[in-house]
Each structure stands twice: as structure tokens, then as C-alpha cells.
């Protein structure tokens, strides 16, 4: 059982260049998440999903973009990334049972845009 | 203003030492509150979880929140270096969102 699963675990970056960060739960989960970690500021949410096909906006979504096709995947795609950009990416899922549901978090992903 | 409110620290004990964590919150219609535990190059992962006012307690660890005063703590007892890592605060409405802290920086020394 490989709970949050985010790929790829480093990347670095030119300003300008696209890419797409994944994420996959194995644990069937209705609630995804996309959150960026920067030092001082805790984790901000970007984007999430509360099931296939569903995505909403959070606090921080400009310059990002995501989809959510399948249920166990939620993408997180840079059109154009910048050095603002650069940042620890975290995805988690959640049940919707409840709020007393924790958030599984993966392990993140090293963003650096040059 | 943000929501959840917590030092950055970070905060440096010596082992065995009893620690407090601690947060504030603006919205009163939080009423859902959690400890999240996050080790170095880690996700977070949830530690301690309480709704509305009161306190939980497991382990070593204890959980305390005041509604009145807006206030969330987390208290370590006999604390290990092993319990070295960023400690974060988070708060829900219920909904879809939850709102988090910057996170503790927390060094237990041996």
C-alpha cells in the first residue's frame, strides 16, 4: 500500500519551460490536493479536486494549472514556469467521511526554476 | 492577516524537557483542529486531532484547544530527539479546506 505517490521527487528548470508534477493514491480517495511549501509562509494550497473530473481554485493558483481524469491521479501542470515558482510540492488525499479524516500527504516534490 | 497564525521558531530543547507548541486563529468557524508532524524531507502526517474546545491527550503528547481565546497548543512530555521535525498546526470549517500554520521548527538535543 503505497499511500501518496509524487513523481518526480527533483526537477530543475529554466524560466519559460513547461512541465506536468503527478500525483497517485492508492487509497480511493474523493479529495485531492495540491499545496506549495516555501520557508516562513507554510503550506499554501494551489489547487484541488473533490472527485474525477472536479478541480477548484485555492489560495494560490495563478500560473498553475491541473486536471484530475482519474480518480487516483491529480496533475499539477507549470505552463511557464518562473523563479517565483520554485518551491516544495506536496499532493494529499483525504476521505470524505468527515473532517476528523487526516490528509496523506507524499513526500513532495524539489521544484528549482533557474 | 493569516488565518492560522504560528512561530517558525525554531525551537531548541534539551532532551526529557517538556514542550509547547503553540497557534492562534482568526476564524471563529474553525472546528476542526490538528497537530501535523512533518521529519525533514517529508510530507506532514497527522499527529493529534480535536474538535471544537478541549483536550486530547496520547502518549506523550497532548493537544489543547480554547475557543475562547482562539488558541491551539501542543505539549510533548519527556521529549525525545527523535521528536526533532516541523510541527504544524492546521484548522478546518468542515468543508473541503484546511488551513495551515507556518510550522515549529522543533531540536531536541541529546
Known amino acids: 500500500n503505497a499511500g501518496v505517490t509524487q513523481t518526480p521527487k527533483f526537477r530543475v528548470l529554466k524560466t519559460g519551460q513547461s512541465m506536468t508534477l503527478l500525483c497517485a493514491q492508492d487509497?480511493?480517495?474523493?479529495?485531492m490536493y495540491w499545496y506549495r511549501q516555501d520557508p516562513g509562509m507554510g503550506l499554501r494550497l494551489i489547487h484541488y479536486?473533490?472527485?474525477?473530473?472536479?478541480?477548484a481554485k485555492g489560495e494560490v493558483p495563478d500560473g498553475y494549472n491541473v486536471s484530475r481524469l482519474k480518480k487516483q491521479n491529480f496533475l499539477l501542470g507549470l505552463e511557464s514556469a518562473a523563479p517565483s515558482q520554485t518551491s516544495v510540492y506536496f499532493c494529499?488525499?483525504?476521505?470524505?467521511?468527515?473532517?476528523?479524516?487526516?490528509?496523506?500527504f507524499g513526500d513532495g516534490t524539489r521544484l528549482s526554476i533557474l | 492577516q493569516k488565518e492560522v497564525e504560528q512561530d517558525p521558531g525554531p525551537l531548541s530543547v534539551p532532551e526529557g524537557a517538556i514542550v509547547s507548541l503553540n497557534c492562534t486563529y482568526s476564524?471563529?468557524?474553525?472546528?476542526?483542529f490538528m497537530w501535523y508532524r512533518q521529519y525533514s524531507r517529508k510530507g506532514p502526517e497527522l499527529l493529534m486531532y480535536?474538535?471544537?474546545?478541549g483536550n486530547k491527550e496520547d502518549g506523550r503528547f497532548t493537544a489543547q484547544v480554547d475557543k475562547s481565546s482562539k488558541y491551539i497548543s501542543l505539549f510533548i512530555r519527556d521529549s525525545q530527539p527523535s521528536d526533532s521535525a516541523t510541527y504544524l498546526c492546521?484548522?478546518?470549517?468542515?468543508?473541503?479546506?484546511?488551513?495551515f500554520g507556518a510550522g515549529t521548527r522543533l531540536f531536541v538535543k541529546a
Open positions: 494529499a488525499s483525504r476521505s470524505p467521511r468527515g473532517p476528523n479524516q487526516p490528509q496523506h
Open positions: 479536486s473533490v472527485g474525477e473530473g472536479t478541480t
Open positions: 487509497m480511493n480517495h474523493e479529495y
Open positions: 492546521a484548522a478546518d470549517t468542515g468543508g473541503f479546506k484546511t488551513i
Open positions: 476564524n471563529s468557524a474553525f472546528q476542526y
Open positions: 480535536t474538535y471544537s474546545s
